[in-house]
């Protein structure tokens, strides 16, 4: 799939928010198509097929996240991506809880929006199930054996050390949210200060500098998120 076949359905009923949209993917390439409330979105997705969707939560005539709850329960499998503000750290766990991809918060530059929509699209094309090997910078993952190195040299993880670090290779590139963590590795029985301990611990053992990571960053009330897999 090339930039120039890739359809993007911006959902958001701010006219400027769709003008800088409408004009910054244009220029990237993309084929633009636009609604300004949940009733417009659905149609558009059922008639018109966009390969992503930038929603904003905010929309007159239906909570974003239930238009989300909705596409999700509806098995829509195309990447979502939210447009959130900045300060709205709930309501961005609550969207990726049900099913969105990943998020920006506005003001949010183009660079970044277009690096985020590159990985989603990507997920969405990938099969399903983990890549055997995972590489990014001196950073490697081998999900077979359960090998983890750095720069060449093993390094040993404790089991929640290493099932951390292999749920964020299967979303490299993605925000992973704190609660996902806590149901996939301790069935929620704990909490997000538990998690934050291993993941101290796992930074110390793969980051050349633990206090600015380079690999495992953290999304400021939301989660983590690991650097993609170099292509």
């Keep these: ?109 183009m660079k970044e929006l277009a690096a985020r929509m590159r990985v989603a699209l990507r997920h969405r094309l990938q099969q399903q199930g983990e890549r055997p090997i995972f590489k990014t910078g001196d950073l490697s993952v081998d999900l077979v054996k359960r090998i983890v190195k750095v720069a060449d040299k093993e390094v040993k993880l404790s089991p929640k050390e290493y099932d951390i670090l292999r749920i964020l290779v299967q979303y490299a590139g993605r925000v992973i949210t704190h609660q996902h963590l806590l149901n996939k590795i301790w069935d929620g029985s704990t909490d997000v200060q538990y998690l934050r301990v291993y993941v101290r611990q796992l930074r110390q053992k793969i980051e050349r500098t633990p206090e600015q990571p380079q690999y495992i960053t953290t999304e400021t009330g939301v989660g983590y998120r690991l650097r993609e897999a170099e292509q």
């Design 1 to 109: 799939m090339t930039v120039s076949n890739v359809r993007i359905l911006v959902v958001d009923d701010e006219p400027a928010i769709r003008k800088l949209l409408r004009v910054g993917l244009t220029s990237e390439g993309y084929a633009v198509l636009e609604a300004i409330n949940a009733r417009d979105a659905i149609s558009q997705v059922a008639e018109k097929r966009p390969d992503l969707i930038l929603l904003d939560l905010g929309l007159p005539d239906m909570a974003g996240h239930d238009l989300l709850a909705k596409w999700r329960s509806d098995a829509l499998e195309l990447p979502i991506i939210i447009l959130s503000s900045r300060t709205d750290e709930t309501g961005i766990v609550k969207a990726l809880e049900l099913g969105a991809d990943d998020y920006v918060t506005k003001p949010f530059g």
